[in-house]
């Protein structure tokens, strides 16, 4: 790095960058990243098409939840540990070794005889999941400035949309033709070529740092986290939520939490600095983007639901019935994108996004067994655009909130409160679907409603087409009814977001330029790396 310094006009000093990174590397190391985003998503799309055929050949059916469970507690869990890693000892050693592990867990997975040693081998490979993500926000994060940044959130989206659409599409057709034990092989290319061409093409700082790793920190913090997950996995479904487990769970996630919170207090090298917090941007980001994950995963798992169950539609194209939300997520994220870089003015786009996520979801709670395929489109198209507007753009501003030393522990930060939001959103609305699935039923069918259909809330088309008529219709109503309060607990839990957004305050974006820099600015500038 060669930094020369040069005169603002209040006379200050300031850093111009002598070598700014050359367009062409930022946009191989781009590629690459995007690659490695690609890996960590498509995974679990490719595997939920699997899950049958696997179930089929290695048994153990009463665990399938956890070959799911194990991958989502370990990249939860690893997530906030990767992130400070790459602050203290360099960014593009952490993300090399999480690809590596992520490759390690594929390899195994796919090699796993028994339902035993896949759930074991899925939870190393959430550990190196946890690692691409904060890696590829954290490593974009140190290469661009966020005045430029919003110019390829399009490119992010359009991943996010990819792995959405393709992963159930290439997933059956691995399983299909080739077994599924190619669905864990499959990341391997695809994770060789971002390995050769983060290596040859990214170049950091290296950083050495004397301090420990604060092992305390990152366990109470795994502890807070695993518990936290798993009352959001298994409260109302494994186990009742007044039961012994779950109650045990709860306490033991308030214990860590606060514990944790005490000892980031007293670490030399705090694995979550608190200090991150003070800013009052990066902090109403955590929660809008809590409430973001909360809304879009819900509505990733509820919408095919009712598509498949309500409409008719065939459960192999799972992915493509989600396209009104995708693409009008990835337009908007890139437009709002392109908008920001122009302008470096970001506010609008929290408080856009949170009035059409809030319009998105309680359309979508409108929906009924009359509901055509066009309007239920249109209403994801709404969801979809507000999650356009606030998906990047929550990164970005919570990252321009802190200095450069923390950009790992905030891009984790920021990844991990996306992840809880996922997780008790998917809860929370998976119980009051459920419950709602079962009284209409009862409603419909008297007494021996609820059994109905064994039991379940949800069904397949396969076991959806076994029923009676009279008992499929009673069905079709009630998810209809379940969606509409899953949807319109989200739309309620929104409108939090919402409200939030008008609390941002619009701070310049660092990377406007040092001719139109203020002298604020300027010294932000001044913390920002130069990769050649």
Known sequence: MSDVPVKTESGAAATAVEDAPKPRSVRVVLMALMIAMLLAMLDN?????????????????????????????????????????????????????????????????????????????????????????????????????PRERGKYQGMMAGVMALAMIGGPLVGGTITDHMGWR?????????????????????????????????????????????????????????YAWGSAEILGLIAAGVLSTAAFLYSQTRAAEPIMPLHIFRSRNFTLMSVIGFLTGFAMFGGVLYLPLFQQSVQGASATNSGLLLLPMLLSMMVVSLIAGRVTTNSGKYKVFPIAGGALMVVGLFLLAQMDTGTSRLVSGVYMAVLGAGLGFLMQITMLVAQNSVEMKDMGVASSSATLFRTLGGSFGVALMGSLFTTRVQDTMTERLGAAGAGATGGSAQLDAASLAKLPEAVREAYQHAVAAGTHSAFLLGAAIAVIGFVTAWFVKEVPLRGAGPEKATPAEAADLAKQPVAH
Request: proline residues 3%; neutral net charge; without cysteine.
């Open 45 to 145: 799309m490719i595997i939920g098409t699997a899950m049958p055929t696997i179930v089929g050949e290695l048994g153990g059916l009463e665990h399938l939840s956890w070959v799911v469970t194990a991958y989502t507690l370990a990249t939860a869990a690893s997530t906030p540990i990767w992130g400070k890693l790459g602050d203290m000892y360099g960014r593009k050693g952490s993300f090399l070794a999480s690809i590596v592990i992520f490759l390690v867990g594929s390899v195994l997975s796919g090699m796993a005889q028994d339902m035993g040693q896949l759930i074991g081998f899925r939870a190393i490979q959430g550990l190196g999941a946890g690692g691409l993500m904060v890696g590829v926000m954290a490593i974009i994060g140190d290469l661009i400035p």
């Open 182 to 238: 190619w669905s864990f092989y499959i990341n391997l290319p695809l994770g060789a070529v971002a390995l050769a061409m983060v290596t040859a093409v990214l170049h950091l700082p290296k950083k050495t740092v004397k301090s420990k790793i604060d092992y305390l920190g990152a366990a109470l913090l795994t502890v807070a986290i695993t518990s936290t997950v798993l009352v959001t996995t298994w409260g109302g479904t494994e």
